[in-house]
């Protein structure tokens, strides 16, 4: 079965773009997470998808947003990027059948790089 | 959301057992406590987790204190494989998707 798949797997941007990053969950997997990595704060939550639906966000502004495709496959895009915003972004998918404990299978993440 | 309180960092000797603690004082009844690793330039994968009792996978063991309010994750035979970031995380049924990583535990494996 593959694994999360996320792509790009590297990106560079400038400061006031936009990006968008895309996740292919695990075949059979409702629920992607999306989560953003940075040496001085570490892995932080941004926000989960559940069968389209957004069901949990993390204490991130407005400028990070994200949908959830019928297919399960979700993006996320960042607005005005920022050069704070340089991090490694991962995505993960489970099973999640409501409020669930399945445990989550990371994607190797995109780095993105703002300059 | 309950928070977890673990080393920075740790070494250990190949192909000696690894014990890598956390407390978490505060936890609810309902509290669910997972392990996951970060090895390098990967993103992190599911360890093991457990409620009350202690628990054994492939990878690891599980002991929880029968308080709960700590638990151990044991390597049994650390390998350089094993080199990675060990987290402790805790999670309640409103969670859902959410992980809320600490510092985690960098566990470094010595030949």
């Known amino acids: 079965k593959a694994g999360v798949t996320q792509t790009p797997r590297y990106l560079i941007k400038t400061r006031g773009q936009q990006v968008t990053l895309s996740c292919s969950p695990i075949s059979g997997h409702r629920s992607v997470s999306w989560y953003q990595q940075t040496p001085g704060q570490g892995l932080q939550f941004l926000f989960e998808y559940f069968s389209e639906t957004q069901r949990n966000k993390g204490n991130f502004p407005g400028r990070f947003s994200g949908r959830q495709f019928s297919n399960s496959r979700s993006e996320m895009n960042v607005s005005t990027l920022e050069l704070g915003d340089s991090a490694l972004y991962l995505c993960?998918?489970?099973?999640?059948?409501?409020?669930?404990?399945?445990?989550?299978?990371f994607g190797p993440g995109t780095r993105l790089t703002v300059t | 959301d309950a928070k977890t309180t673990q080393p920075n960092s740790m070494e250990s000797n190949e192909e000696e057992p690894v014990h890598l603690p956390c407390n978490h004082s505060?936890?609810?009844?309902?509290?669910?406590i997972h392990w996951y690793r970060q090895l390098p330039s990967q993103g992190p994968e599911y360890v093991i987790h457990g409620l009350t009792s202690n628990v054994n996978n492939r990878m690891a063991s599980l002991a929880i204190a029968e308080d709960r309010k700590s638990s151990t994750l044991i390597l049994h035979r650390a390998t350089l494989r094993d080199a990675a970031v060990y987290y402790c995380?805790?999670?309640?049924?409103?969670?859902?998707?959410?992980?809320?990583f600490g510092q985690g535990t960098t566990l470094q494996v010595k030949p």
């Open positions: 505060t936890i609810s009844g309902t509290d669910y």
């Open positions: 993960a998918s489970s099973l999640a059948k409501g409020a669930d404990l399945y445990e989550q299978y």
């Open positions: 995380i805790l999670r309640g049924s409103s969670n859902t998707g959410k992980l809320i």
